[in-house]
């Protein structure tokens, strides 16, 4: 029995490429496994955001928006980080058995640090993102994840855990798997509406579950070229067309793409992609709606993957206790 496992962080609200880059492939390919676990990593999200406010209604917002578009509740074990407190037990852990040094060469802790003064490289930096990788490590290994879907960018995550994973095993014996990161080089890259990578921080970003009239809005300020209407327009390089590519499959998609080289307006061509997405998003904005107007359905629904949840992770975590000889005293 394969498991995989995701973790989505809770910080802001979903938008587009999330659902394009993660929410989409993560509800399909979880089909594929016998065990799937997907859990809010709200803990992870305080390292950079201390706005309590903000982190409770993302939490609200990133779990409405996973149901809403149709997690499988029979295959996946839905929960919060933080009502596992397993997770943290591990965390401290591997805290014990892992070496500094494989800290240092975090990318997120290296980015942070270049930005600073050479005189104290470690300036504004807190304990929370130089040990993310281990809090990460022990969310994955506690549930025996054999899979892991991450970005390429996050492939090294996945490397310091098996090392981890790999340096526990080897001081106490086989206990931990080491999981194999999934990348997948299929899945369209949807860029900010200037073409760069779609963030809050560029203000680049459609909210995936704005109003109608927001997302034609939205779509409308896609960066295009000064071609008219009746000059052919290519498809390599162009943002526009990345987002068709985002949201149909082949067949279509050549469609599309003889309405460039004929000349279409870029006003009809957003049209065209507003009906696409908005005909997708539609019936799961309304689900959405429904799932933030009555968060008690909501919080039954992670309650009872969190149940299912603890069982797996407290009989993990005691095996890790009695194998590092914290058990009790008497037999």
Not at 37 to 56: C, G, M, R
Not at 103 to 114: I, P, Q, S
Not at 213 to 225: E, F, G, H, M
């Amino acid at each position: 029995m394969s498991t995989l496992l995701t973790g989505i962080t809770t910080s802001g609200t979903p938008h587009l490429g999330n659902y394009v880059g993660a929410i989409k492939p993560s509800i399909e390919k979880s089909k594929d496994f016998n065990k799937n676990f997907l859990f809010l990593a709200d803990y992870h999200s305080l390292i950079k955001n201390q706005d309590p406010e903000l982190t409770f209604k993302s939490s609200l917002k990133i779990a409405a928006a996973w149901i809403a578009c149709g997690i499988n509740f029979e295959k996946v074990n839905f929960y919060r980080q933080s009502s596992i407190p397993q997770i943290l037990e591990l965390n401290w852990i591997l805290s014990s058995v892992t070496p500094k040094g494989i800290l240092n060469r975090a990318h997120a802790y290296k980015a942070a640090v270049d930005v600073n003064d050479k005189t104290d490289p470690d300036s504004g930096i807190n304990a929370g993102l130089f040990n993310y990788p281990i809090l990460m490590a022990a969310d994955i290994l506690l549930f025996d994840a054999d899979f892991v879907p991450v970005g390429s960018d996050q492939k090294q995550h996945i490397e310091m855990t098996r090392d981890i994973a790999g340096r526990f095993n080897n001081s106490y014996g086989e206990t931990f798997t080491l999981p194999e990161p999934i990348i997948s080089t299929d899945i369209p890259l949807l860029p900010g509406l200037d073409g760069r990578k779609m963030s809050k921080s560029y203000n680049n970003f459609i909210e995936l579950f704005s109003s109608e009239k927001i997302l034609q809005k939205s779509l409308n300020q896609i960066v295009t070229d000064s071609l008219l209407p009746g000059d052919p327009k290519g498809t390599k390089d162009s943002i526009l067309f990345d987002y068709f590519s985002a949201f149909l499959k082949k067949e279509r998609l050549d469609g599309i793409k003889k309405s460039f080289e004929d000349g279409a307006g870029w006003g009809d061509l957003k049209k065209m992609l507003f009906d696409i997405i908005n005909d997708e998003l539609s019936p799961l904005r309304e689900k959405y709606e429904n799932l933030i107007n009555n968060p008690n359905t909501i919080e039954e629904i992670l309650s009872e993957g969190e149940k299912q949840a603890v069982i797996h992770a407290e009989n993990k975590i005691k095996e890790v206790r009695e194998t590092v000889g914290i058990k009790p005293l008497h037999g």
